[in-house]
T-cell receptor
Framework: DSGVTQTPKHLITATGQRVTLRCSPR?????VYWYQQSLDQGLQFLIQ???????AKGNILERFSAQQFPDLHSELNLSSLELGDSALYFC???????????FGPGTRLTVL | GQQVMQIPQYQHVQEGEDFTTYCNSS?????IQWYKQRPGGHPVFLIQ?????EVKKQKRLTFQFGEAKKNSSLHITATQTTDVGTYFC????????????FGKGTRLSVIA
C-alpha cells in the first residue's frame, strides 16, 4: 500500500459524458501528479500540482482539467469523453517536486 | 521534445537467467528513476540515479547511469518469478520544472 488513494477504482461511462477522478496523496506529500496509461503504452504525464498550485503541464487535452484543494487532495476532470480516453489514470504524490513518486492504485476508465 | 527510449519492449527469460533493460534519452538528464509495475498493479519506485557513471545495487538488481547522463540500464541477475512485471525508466532534463518523462517500459516474463 503506497498511501495514495484513488477513487473510483473503475468507471464506465458513455461518449460525451464528464467524469471526475479523485486522489488523496500520502500524508505530508505536497506534490500530486496525474498520469494516463493506455494499453501497451507507458505513462503519459498529464499535470502536476504542488501545494495547491499548478507546477507543470504535460500532454493534457483541453477537455481535461485538474485542481488541488487546500487539503492537498486532487481531482482530475475529464469532459466530452471519447472512446480514446479509455485508459488507466494514475495519481502519484511526492514530498517535493519530482523526487520519488508514490503511485495510487489507479482508476480504470472505460468509455463506451 | 525530450524522448526516453527503452529496449527491449518485451523479454522472456527462463528462471535463473539474467535480464537487462536499456534506457536512452535524446537529451542529457539531471537524474533518472526506475519503477516496476507488476501485472494489474501500479508503478513502484525502485531507485534514483543522479551522478554521471553512478552504479547502485539492490540485491540482484544493478542500476547504472551512463557517463554522459544520457543512458541507463537495469540488470537483474538470476531472475525469479517474482521479478515479473514491466520496468520503466523515467528521466528529467536539468532545466526548470521539467517533468519526468517515462519510457514505454520493458515487460519481463519469467518462465519457471
Amino acid at each position: 500500500d503506497s498511501g495514495v488513494t484513488q477513487t473510483p477504482k473503475h468507471l464506465i461511462t458513455a461518449t460525451g459524458q464528464r467524469v471526475t477522478l479523485r486522489c488523496s496523496p500520502r500524508s505530508g506529500d505536497l506534490s500530486v501528479y496525474w498520469y494516463q496509461q493506455s494499453l501497451d503504452q507507458g505513462l503519459q504525464f498529464l499535470i502536476q500540482y504542488y501545494n495547491g498550485e499548478e507546477r507543470a503541464k504535460g500532454n493534457i487535452l483541453e477537455r481535461f482539467s485538474a485542481q488541488q484543494f487546500p487539503d492537498l487532495h486532487s481531482e482530475l476532470n475529464l469532459s466530452s469523453l471519447e472512446l480514446g480516453d479509455s485508459a488507466l489514470y494514475f495519481c502519484a504524490s511526492s514530498v517535493g517536486s519530482w523526487d520519488e513518486q508514490f503511485f495510487g492504485p489507479g482508476t480504470r476508465l472505460t468509455v463506451l | 521534445g525530450q524522448q526516453v527510449m527503452q529496449i527491449p519492449q518485451y523479454q522472456h527469460v527462463q528462471e535463473g537467467e539474467d535480464f537487462t533493460t536499456y534506457c536512452n534519452s535524446s537529451t542529457t538528464l539531471s537524474n533518472i528513476q526506475w519503477y516496476k509495475q507488476r501485472p494489474g498493479g501500479h508503478p513502484v519506485f525502485l531507485i534514483q540515479l543522479v551522478k554521471s557513471g553512478e552504479v547502485k545495487k539492490q540485491k540482484r538488481l544493478t542500476f547504472q547511469f551512463g557517463e554522459a547522463k544520457k543512458n541507463s540500464s537495469l540488470h537483474i541477475t538470476a531472475t525469479q518469478t517474482t521479478d515479473v512485471g514491466t520496468y520503466f525508466c523515467a528521466g528529467r532534463r536539468n532545466s526548470g520544472n521539467t517533468p519526468l518523462v517515462f519510457g514505454k517500459g520493458t515487460r519481463l516474463s519469467v518462465i519457471a
